[in-house]
């Protein structure tokens, strides 16, 4: 029995991701994901550069790219789905994450 895929990149994301990776200053290995206290709801996501995995993080591969897992973000972000949407107002990376029990108003923050 195959384990599912522990979080997924939609086709937008992954393309986005190769995208920042590319115009990169310095050598990128993959982005990283986790969460931080912030906003009106307490937790909020965060990405940036990995230039190396970090001790207990967890990697994901999908669609041609790596994401690094911060660990204390590992049982918030289980089973999520990572897209980018661009609009007229504003673009950047989404989370479709099962754990949510809750969003801000604004839908920058969430908690669980």
């Known amino acids: 029995m195959t384990m599912p895929q522990f979080m ?3 086709d937008a994301a992954a393309e986005h991701v190769k ?3 590319s115009q990169a200053d310095r050598p990128i290995k993959g982005l990283r994901v986790g969460i931080k206290t912030q ?4 937790m909020s996501y965060f990405v940036e550069y990995a230039e190396e ?4 993080e967890e990697i994901v591969e999908d669609k041609g790219v790596t994401l690094f897992i911060d660990p ?3 049982m918030f972000l289980v089973g ?3 897209d980018y949407e661009e609009d ?3 673009s950047g990376f989404t989370f479709n994450n099962p754990n949510e029990k809750g969003r ?3 839908g920058e923050s969430f908690h669980i």
């Open 8 to 10: 997924t990149l939609t």
């Open 19 to 21: 995208t920042l990776i």
């Open 39 to 42: 906003g009106c709801s307490g």
């Open 53 to 56: 995995q970090k001790k207990f």
């Open 72 to 74: 204390a973000a590992t």
């Open 80 to 82: 999520s789905e990572m």
């Open 88 to 90: 007229t107002f504003a």
């Open 104 to 106: 801000c108003g604004c």
